[in-house]
């Protein structure tokens, strides 16, 4: 019969319908002929004498063996048909070429591509068995081309897209996966026979995985290691990310088994390659970056890939900030709307042309990004908090990476830093990185950032004083962080003082530290600029309206210079303002406030300490081994907050008696911070947290309630008002080469606060008290502290106003000159020297008018209710003698000199001057004593000085 006969006979038998083609018909009929061949052969072998009656029960037997050789053939012979099938339906591949409309039709289309060659090494086998199947898989991942070779394997169902797609697959990884995932549902739902044949399949794909992985060469044209990556992207996207792990799981388990081809750290590697390169790219507003954070963090969650994390994120260079910004986390890191290089607003994606936005847009534009921002933050702290977590190892290596880092970047904070922001982009991480970096930090310190929590005292200060230690020493000490014990701490130790080390340091210790330097290296770099570019932004828009005004051609190039510079404020503010981390930073500064209290009443316990004064003595105080950096952090913050998010101050409210505590207990004391010019930093602190005049006064703006709620009810007001007092004196002798003009700024923010202090009957007795003690003690031998301070706001009195009157006549000339046309024949340098002159005048006198204004009106106030202390010979001529002065040049012969153009343009104020100063004579002129010595002023005193002065007032009305 030929062979198209025989295919036709086959084709007609409605039993060939039980096998998946008519080649495995063929097969099953072939072994059963050979069967019977086989019993012929024997029943010829028999004797022939045998009776009758023997052959009949002989041929009984026979038949009943044959029939049994004859099932069990069968059996094996469907069970390998079986095999074949799941091996096709598992690997989408087929020795068997046949004609596929002779083939049984399963109702599902079955793609397999044909391995042609594999059945010729077989001798033309055409089915797949247990034996073959991992050559036969090896074949199929070797084909460049998979699609040139597909066939049909069932007679019914037209193929699909899906199925030409999963069959023809030319990546190897996605095509593993895809054959894992088939064996899976195969080994649920085959019959228990094949049940062990389905789990070996499910290994091979896994044994494959593993090759591929440790010797990728051998499959050219294959990226495996981006194939990974997408991969486990696009099933992150998707639902089946934990079949994806537990693929995963089990080839990390079958490389771990056997690393001498390639280790299980060179196989991930690459991986981390694609990812580093990828996320380079990536923008803070894009989807895709979080979907890549997720994948970090399932690699920083699993033991053995955060392994190779922890170490591939290691910089070439340790000693250098920038080179920590060049690895994968510092990618990550080194993403926010910040502009990529400092100035260079063009190709940025954020505030482009602000002042064609309204302020809405503006307003939506900075949530949107805040949205963003609290997503990315989140992600970077779980997988910070994923290798602290995951294993002593992991939580090492992270440490260390943070303090190495924070060390490499230490210059960050130098003044040439500022300077040559050239040379600081080669040497230093950028201001994202850090920004980002302190607030993932933030975050970490979360579960002890309250004042009451009992874990917040365990914090131990002298983990600032060790000095280098070895690795072995800082992985058993937990100490990571590097060069603390060369900061200025906020006291000197005393000479017989040594720091009592515990054997190891607890994570809130190294938390700690880690958030508040790492504040200390970025949030602080980043409040100097907003405020530089704030300034710029204000000199320059009045540039642009006077040359507005005068249809001067500079206006154009002041407009884009004043867009550039927009932008760059409107990112930095909205980096630095995300809810959440200011949020998180107040809390923590918060708690630092608290934590230092405690530390300098010598609490040792985990349960906070009432306050009581005056403060105790400590001797060897542990103050001495908390760095400065701690206040001077806390400081930085809320003045930030008050200048550019006061509406947060408010929502914090409940947590400012802290503040007020710390403030109290360090600013007023040399014995707790020596620091004088960080001492008057924390009264910018007050005055940042003290509710507002303007506000108050103003009825569309409540935001003040919780504030002065706090402030006016504080305990130890009396203290606070004393501390006020006693750091305007401290900083009269700084020690610093500059401390006669930087007395004036430190003193700036005191006069608001004293103002607001005088309007509440707390405070102002206690400011009386001090008046009363330093009048009954006049002859002590240390003048009392209220003295020493009329002494001096006397004097900077004197001093400021003085100095206004001269820069405000210098001013007049210049204008003089400039209206005459004086300057019009001057060179082009020359000129340009005129203008500058009168530009730093004006600056100049503008500080001068209003540092004399406000200590004019303290003054005035403090006399409302201080008698005693003024009409005191010695201190009443001193004041007659300033006040006839003053009287003499605002309102005498001498004024004159000083009517310059524009009064407002330099907070020149005379007529609140002479205001003033005459409140004060009439809140002294109920003394004799004082009356009586007015006229004795040699001079400045005339009798028609008060009359000129009336005249002036007068005009006020």
Known sequence: MTDQENNNSFSANPFAALFGSLAEARQFVSGQKVGQQTEEDAGESQDESDNSVSESLDDCDDSVAEISRSFRSQQEICEQLNINHMIQRIFLITLDNSDPSLKSGSGIPLLCVYLEELGSELDGQDWLDMDNVEQAVFTRLLLSEPGKYLICMTSSGAPNLSAERDAGEKQIIPFLFSCFQRSKKEVTKVPENLLPYA??????TVSNARTVLLTPEIYQGQDIATQLVDLMLEELKG?????VTEFLEEVIEALLKDEEVRSFSEVFHPVFDVLLKRIQDLDLCQMLLYTYLDLLLYCTRQKDIAKVFVEYIQPKDPTNGHQYQKTLLGAILNISCLLHTPGVVENHGYFINPSRSSPQEIKVQESNIHQFMAQFHEKIYQILKNLLQLSPDTKHRILSWLGNCLHANAGRTKIWASQVPEIFMQTYASESFFLNLGAALLRLCQPFSKPRSARLLTFNPTYCALKEINEEERRSR????????????LIPAAADQQPDFPE???????????????????FHRLHEQMVKVNQSLHRLQSAWRDAQQSVSPTAENLREQFERLMTIYLCLKTALSEPQMLQNCIHLQVST??????????????????????VPNIQHSALAYVPEFFADNLGDFFIFLRRFADEVLETAADFLEQILDFITVFTGSVERMKNPHLRAKLAEVLEAVMPHLEQVQNPLISSVFHRQRIFCSY??????????IKVFVDIEFTGDPHQFEQKFNYRRPMYPILKYMWGRDNYRQSIKKLADYASENLEAMNPPLFLRFLNLLMNDAVFLLDEAIQYLSKIKVLQIERDRGEWDGLSPENRREKESNLLMFGQLARFHNIMSNETIGTLAFLTSDIHSLFIQPFLADRTISMLNYFLQHLVGPKMGALKVKDFSEFDFKPQ??????????????EEEKFCASVPKDGRSYSPMLFAQTVRVLKKKK
Do not use: W
């Not at 639902?239 to 079949?243: I, S, T, V």
């Open 199 to 204: 789990v070996r399949c499910k290994a091979l």
């Open 239 to 243: 639902a089946n990310f934990e079949e």
């Open 478 to 489: 937990n100490m990571h962080m590097k060069g603390l014990d060369k900061e200025t701490c």
């Open 504 to 522: 190891n340091f607890n994570l809130v210790t190294e938390n700690l530290v880690l958030t508040q330097y790492t504040l200390h290296l970025g």
């Open 593 to 614: 406030a608290l934590l230092l209290v405690q530390i300098a009443y010598g609490n040792k316990g985990t349960e906070p300490m009432a306050l009581s004064f005056p």
């Open 715 to 724: 305990q130890h007001a009396p203290h606070l008002a004393e501390a006020l």
């Open 912 to 925: 609140q001057l002479v205001s003033d100063i005459c409140t004060i004579y009439l809140n002294l002129g």
